[in-house]
């Protein structure tokens, strides 16, 4: 099968999951008073999911423009984690190839990249096919929510936002199954969840993604070691 092809089927589950979240954050921003245009640049530019969201409240709030800015980095500081996972299997790729798939690494597509990487060397035409083809599908989900935002109540369209729990959900029970695995995931939400009580705030992501993978490691190295 043509390496774009399988890109695109392989990404249609997120892309059909973005579609309605872009399209709540269209509507959302338009209703907190940014224009279309500023809206539709959102996601041209930043592509956060969550953090954008966030970036249109703390402008409307008033927030200072330094404070907004580091408080989208923190909540995408994850993507440190995520490109020093990735990084080494991409080395071969050219630094224009490496940047344009770091735009378009979001947490679904980590998630999907990670798993195939394990099984196969990426390759440029279908890691990028399948990167943009999410990238696609959550700009036009923005540009259908902002042109509607003005007859949607928010109240309405912030119930599609259950997609994407629901799409990380699925990507973990399609994956790797294993007892580190599983270990890992439970992990990593149980501290993620914890320090959301605390109003640890984005830092709960990031140390929860660290013990998580370290319990996971910890667990398949004994594992193997028990095997031999």
């Known amino acids: 099968m043509n390496f774009s ?6 990404a249609s589950p997120i892309m059909i999951a973005y579609f309605p979240i ?8 338009v209703n907190s008073g940014l224009s279309w245009f500023i809206t539709f640049l959102i996601s041209a530019v930043v592509y956060a999911g969550g953090a954008q969201f966030m970036l249109v409240s703390l402008a409307v709030t008033g927030s200072s423009p330094l404070s907004t800015i580091v408080t989208v980095l923190l909540v995408n500081l994850r993507h440190f984690l995520y490109g020093t996972t990735l990084g080494p299997s991409f080395i ?44 696609t599908s959550w700009i036009a989900g923005t540009a259908v929510g902002a042109l509607i935002g003005s007859v949607v109540p928010t109240e309405i369209s912030t119930i599609l936002n259950f997609a994407l729990p629901a799409l990380f959900l ?4 399609i ?3 294993s007892t580190s ?13 914890l320090a959301n009580i605390l109003h640890w705030g984005s830092i709960g992501i990031v140390a929860g993604a660290i013990l998580g993978a370290t319990l996971g490691m910890l667990l398949q190295t004994k594992m193997n070691k028990s095997r031999q």
């Open 92 to 135: 071969p790729w050219s630094e224009r190839m490496k940047l344009l798939y770091a735009f378009g690494l979001t947490d679904e597509v980590f998630a999907m990249s990670s798993s195939r990487i394990e099984q196969s060397t990426p390759i440029p035409k279908y890691q990028l096919t399948f990167a943009f083809a999410c990238y």
């Open 175 to 177: 994956g790797q199954r």
């Open 5 to 10: 092809v399988k890109a695109l089927r392989d």
């Open 22 to 29: 872009a399209m709540t954050f269209g509507v959302i921003s």
């Open 181 to 193: 695995h599983l270990s890992a995931a439970i992990c990593g939400a149980v501290v993620a969840f």
């Open 170 to 173: 699925a990507l973990i029970l």
